[in-house]
């Protein structure tokens, strides 16, 4: 069944104290703030609430499902904050190659905590809000998308384990230090997943896939430097400075994250 707990308000033009409103998450939390507001005036979200009543009572009697996506999360909520600090862009949902869509700019503008919230919730036929909202992204793009933010939330919380320190983003600790090790050993990177029959967590293997990453990787001018950029920034983003210290010790096995 779905409720006014899993519908997500619009956002109105008030400037005065009717402005609270905006603070809603879901129909409900609008519906309390009127309660404990009543001498404002609510005309306008009041009627929006009552039509989103009466779609729901339709959408009910027809059974009609949530299309929710949830992820795991964090088992220490102090990470959470990580969430607003870093957007959509530090995702992999492409192979490192492909030239950016309409979809993928989208999603780079988006903080992941943004994405998620979304996710969470529906409109009144129950179709997701996030798709809704951004049409232009696709079921797909979407499952790609939902994939990936729990890939980095495994890094958050590896991340996590390394220092005590809530007041920085985690994602980018010892970024610099880790990006310099790739950088040293790219082809021994490189080498590893190229060499065998791979499905990367960004392509299935296919003869042709593979191709395409040996020539892009290889390439010349632009093409090369951009495939070697986005790469080398998938394991730096991706892995801890233990795990490439080891790494430089010819202990390849951080790699096989990015393995299916």
């Known amino acids: 069944m779905i409720g006014l707990e899993d519908i997500r308000p619009k956002k109105y033009a008030y400037t005065d104290k009717r402005a609270v ?8 939390t609008l519906q309390h703030i009127m309660w404990n507001n009543p001498g404002l005036d609510w005309s306008i979200p009041k009627k929006d609430l009552e039509e989103c009543i009466e779609k729901l009572k339709a959408s009910n009697f027809r059974r009609l499902e949530k299309e929710i996506y949830k ?6 909520e102090s990470l959470e904050y990580n969430d607003n600090l870093n957007n959509g862009e530090v995702l992999i949902i492409n192979p ?3 030239v950016a869509t309409v979809a993928d700019n989208t999603v780079k503008n ?4 943004e994405i998620k919230a979304d996710l969470k919730y529906v409109l009144a036929n129950g179709k997701n809000y996030f798709l809704s909202r951004h049409y232009e992204i696709g079921k797909a793009k979407l499952m790609k ?4 933010i729990g890939w980095y939330e495994d890094q958050i919380a590896r991340q996590g384990l390394l220092t005590s320190d809530r007041d920085i983003n985690l994602f980018e600790l010892n970024y610099d ?4 090790i790739v950088l040293s050993y790219y082809e021994d990177i490189v080498n590893f997943f190229t060499k065998d029959k791979k499905d990367l967590i960004w392509q299935d293997y296919s003869a042709n ?13 632009a093409r090369g430097r951009n495939t070697k950029e986005v790469l080398s920034n998938y394991i730096a983003n991706y892995t801890t400075i233990e795990e490439l210290e080891k790494f430089k010790k010819g202990n390849v096995k951080v790699l096989n994250r990015f393995v299916r």
């Open 209 to 221: 896939q593979n191709k395409l990453l040996i020539e892009s990787l290889s390439a010349k001018g």
């Open 145 to 148: 998308i939902v994939e990936a």
């Open 96 to 98: 490192p190659y492909s």
């Open 110 to 113: 988006l903080t992941i905590g």
């Open 21 to 28: 409103i905006n603070k809603a998450s879901s129909m409900k």
């Open 71 to 76: 992820t795991n999360g964090y088992s220490d």
């Open 177 to 180: 230090e880790k990006l310099a």
